[in-house]
């Protein structure tokens, strides 16, 4: 168990639909990082938010958006979904900036 | 950009046999570098990282590996393997003054009875 925790663990929605995925980091972490993983994309880097601010920002498509809250968990919203968005959605956490990422088990988002 | 290239998708092992993971990253100028390891139906977890210092990393679960700046290469090793190393690993980097660390499309190691 590496402390991070994420809601739901699945979820299935349909096309153009909205789904927000959320993320506890573990205590004491101030850095969030969202990735998204599937089979033709490999792991990719959506975001990093360190203590609420947007820090780093990757291969996230307009249509997706976070932010980090007061009390440092996180929310990615993922809006007018289409059937490509079908991935597992990871949020990792880590002290600082380039430190050891711990990472949460993952939700898992089918878009039918 | 940085980029980080993994040359083989998979690698099929017989159990208690070496084995060899590769990684070479695009950019020369200074990076982090990192390996993780994804068990089934989990999320990663880190194995080793190289900041700085001895070229040699030692890792979790008996893995190192070795940075190479000439060939921009960080090759993850472990001398005998069991089959609860079956899962996939990532090589990742990052520049250091960046944030960003990017993750290569991963190894998948099959451990072969």
């Known amino acids: 168990d590496s402390g991070v925790t994420q809601t739901p663990k699945h979820l299935i929605t349909a096309t153009g639909q909205r789904v927000t995925l959320r993320c506890s980091p573990r205590s004491g972490d101030l850095s969030v990082y969202w990735y998204q993983q599937s089979l033709d994309q490999g792991l990719q880097f959506l975001i990093q938010y360190y203590n609420g601010e947007e820090r780093a920002k990757g291969n996230i498509l307009e249509r997706f958006s976070a932010q980090q809250f007061p009390d440092l968990h996180s929310e990615l919203n993922l809006s007018s979904l289409e059937l490509g968005d079908s991935a597992l959605y990871f949020c990792a956490s880590s002290v600082g900036f380039v430190d050891e990422q711990f990472f949460g088990p993952g939700t898992r988002l089918t878009v039918l | 950009a940085q980029s980080v290239t993994q040359l083989d998708s998979q690698v099929p092992v017989f159990e208690e046999a070496p084995v060899e993971l590769r990684c070479n990253y695009s950019?020369?100028?200074?990076?982090?570098l990192f390996w993780y390891v994804q068990y089934p139906n989990q999320g990663l977890q880190l194995l080793l990282k190289?900041?700085?210092?001895?070229?040699l990393v030692k890792g979790i679960n008996g893995f190192e590996a070795e940075f190479n700046k000439s060939q921009t290469s960080f090759h993850l090793r472990k001398p005998s393997v069991h089959i609860s190393d079956t899962a996939e690993y990532f090589c990742?980097?990052?520049?250091?003054?960046?944030?960003?660390?990017?993750f290569g499309k991963g190894t998948r190691l099959h451990i072969l009875p």
């Open positions: 990742a980097v990052s520049d250091q003054g960046d944030d960003k660390i990017i």
């Open positions: 190289y900041l700085s210092g001895s070229t």
């Open positions: 950019s020369s100028v200074s990076v982090y």
